[in-house]
């Protein structure tokens, strides 16, 4: 990074010396610090743990890579060639993930990376998972899933049937979900019809609120932008970004 920090980034680190300040200036200083040619074909998904010490992949080729991100190594690889892997998720239980299966069923497979042996499985959607996310409380054990089957599902890893299911209206051709950074508010949208927001303590008593989503283009995913999940990011099958207000769900930028 330059020498001389710019105004904004000074201004971000004085209000809170341990927060990284993501302002444009620091963007352009980053640069590629170790690159691993370890797939065989297209990776699908990345999350970090909670900690953000660790990541995990999962690829086309089948395989679940463990890196640590402190000291630029890969630590772990299992393969799920019988089931196939996407969406893989960090849980609160240490050396566990659990991921969506891409081949044979849609169920969510949860396992111990650590004996490569699985934990429980979390069957019920009828068609291929498409969101998958940990709840961001750190001592949650709960997990939402969405579906090409329509419905948006929560789950406790502690358990095998779901807490509850919500079939979404106008999602047959896909839906995502995320929750805001509190853990208390899943945002859902299907295709592109609308976004709404539900309270995880009463989903199935539908949405608090909702709003169309002024384009004709389908949702391929949707985040709420942390620390504060003041805004909510829609990815759209074009490869654009959306952003949005997470209050008034109104649009911000395309």
């Known amino acids: 990074m330059n020498a001389k920090l710019d105004s904004e ?39 970090f743990d909670i900690t953000g010490t660790h990541c995990i992949t999962t690829s086309r080729d089948e395989s679940l890579r463990i890196y640590d991100c402190a000291s ?26 659990a991921y969506a299966s891409t081949k044979i069923n849609d169920t969510v497979r949860y396992l111990s990376y650590e004996t490569n042996q699985f934990i429980r499985y979390f069957a019920g959607h009828t068609g291929m998972v498409t969101s998958l996310q940990r709840s961001p409380n750190a001592q949650s054990t709960s997990m939402v899933s969405a579906s090409m089957d329509g ?31 509190s853990g208390m508010v899943v945002a859902v949208a299907a295709e592109s019809q ?17 709003a169309p989503i002024t384009s004709k283009l389908t949702v391929a995913g949707l985040k709420f932008m942390p620390p504060t999940g003041d805004y909510i990011l829609l990815a759209m099958s074009d490869g654009s970004i959306m952003l949005l207000d997470a209050f008034q769900l109104t649009t911000l930028a395309v």
């Open 9 to 47: 980034t000074l201004n971000v680190l004085r209000k809170d010396p341990l927060q990284a300040a993501l302002t444009t200036s620091a963007l352009t200083d980053f640069y590629i610090a170790k690159q691993f040619p370890d797939n065989k074909a297209l990776i699908t998904s990345v999350d």
């Open 72 to 97: 630029g190594t890969r630590e772990q690889v299992s393969y799920s060639k019988k089931y196939g892997c996407n969406l893989a998720q960090f849980t609160a239980q240490p050396g566990c993930v």
């Open 151 to 181: 419905t948006v599902r929560l789950w406790n890893l502690d358990t095998v049937k779901p807490v509850c299911t919500v079939n979404i209206e106008g999602g047959k051709n896909g839906v995502a979900a995320a929750y805001d950074p």
């Open 194 to 210: 609308a976004i709404q927001l539900y309270d995880v303590r009463k989903m199935t008593k539908g949405p608090f609120t909702s």
